[in-house]
């Protein structure tokens, strides 16, 4: 079964970091647009981060911007989620997220929608105190 398996995540007080990263099992997705969503208590699941399958474009949602980083590695795989100067709003279950396609380009806001996505992760916790 293919599967999205994101790690990093953790406890930290505000205004720290932590980097979370994605990688895939079963099949590469090194040619997949790649993107980061996160789940608050109680809220609805919201679009963080999205990345080009190139890597030559990012997305982001206004209150990280500045804040978070993604990036990718696409001969190793992997996706990260650089989060800085974090605060106790951003305390979420963390998903990353791969299209279906391969070597395909969207229209900008297409990013920010979770029915881009097809493949899941299981989640990882960040919990920022204050």
């Known amino acids: 079964q293919v599967q999205l398996i994101e790690s990093g995540g953790g406890l930290v007080q505000a205004g720290g970091s932590l980097r979370l990263s994605c990688v895939g099992s079963?099949?590469?997705?090194?040619?997949?647009?790649m993107g980061w969503f996160r789940r608050a208590p109680g809220k609805e699941r919201e679009f963080v981060a999205a990345i080009s399958w190139s890597g030559g474009t990012t997305y982001y949602r206004e209150s990280v911007k500045g804040r978070f980083t993604i990036s990718r590695d696409n001969a190793k795989d992997t996706v990260w989620l650089e989060m800085n100067s974090l605060k106790p709003e951003d305390t979420a279950v963390y998903y990353c997220a791969a299209d279906r396609n391969q070597g395909r380009t969207y229209t900008a806001n297409q990013y920010y929608r979770p029915g881009l996505y097809y493949y899941w992760g299981q989640g990882t916790q960040v919990t920022v105190s204050s």
């Open positions: 079963e099949r590469t997705f090194s040619r997949n647009v």
